[in-house]
């Protein structure tokens, strides 16, 4: 059964500092894995998409990276900013049952001014 | 940017009283989903469906029901609302292949 594990629970960070986001999962069987941003009380907001051929993806101040064999994927944040202040969820396609995403527990992250 | 819609986005509601919770995309994604997220908490999959006319239970039993007539609306009842049933709904979709899902903003529904 595919467990996705996040480490750190929560962290809290000085603004403009460089942080790494940690997801594993214990089934390399998979698709995909999507890294999303959840604000308190509103919908999830996709960041990344990586597909299980691909090493890594970019989009502005983040960067997603996926080590399949491994289990592992980091979602660095480069110079951090009180608005990326968020839940981050990690979530892997499974290629047993594709219909559904697994949701890591989710980092709540604090970047204090 | 993702166009997906969910309405109400805030619904209080007495026991007892039937509620349709709205969801619509613009995407013509086949696939969508309901999730049901308490606090805090982590995401349930309540409903899914890949395409129209078809549907299927998550892997939390919930007592809504849902319908897929048209691709692009998803729409969730609850035939008797009750206080177990507060909480936050999250529609989402999804294209084809390993493609991004996406998520609507939220109902959050408070049953008193």
């Known amino acids: 059964k595919q467990e996705v594990t996040q480490i750190p629970a929560a962290l809290s960070v000085p603004e403009g500092e460089n942080l790494v986001l940690n997801c594993s999962f214990t089934?390399?069987?998979?698709?995909?894995l999507q890294w999303f941003r959840q604000d308190p009380g509103k919908g999830l907001t996709s960041l990344l998409l990586i597909q299980s051929s691909q090493r890594e993806q970019t989009s502005g101040r983040l960067n997603a990276s996926l080590d399949k064999s491994s289990g592992r994927s980091t979602l660095y944040i480069a110079a951090s900013q009180p608005g990326d202040s968020a839940t981050y969820l990690c979530a892997v396609r499974p290629m047993d049952s594709s219909y559904k995403l697994i949701f890591g527990s989710g980092t709540r992250l604090l970047v204090r001014p | 940017e993702a166009d997906i819609y969910q309405t109400p986005r805030y619904l209080v509601i007495g026991t007892g009283k039937k509620i349709t919770l709205e969801c619509s995309q613009t995407m013509g994604h086949d696939k969508m989903y309901w999730y049901q997220q308490d606090p805090g908490m982590e995401l349930h999959l309540i409903h899914y469906s890949y395409g129209v006319n078809s549907t299927e239970k998550g892997d939390l039993s919930s007592e809504s029901t849902v319908s897929r007539i048209r691709t692009e609306h998803f729409p969730l009842t609850l035939e008797s609302a009750r206080p177990s049933h507060t909480s936050q709904y999250l529609c989402a979709s999804r294209g084809q292949g390993g493609s991004e899902q996406y998520f609507g903003p939220g109902t959050r529904l408070t049953v008193t």
């Open positions: 089934d390399s069987a998979i698709y995909n």
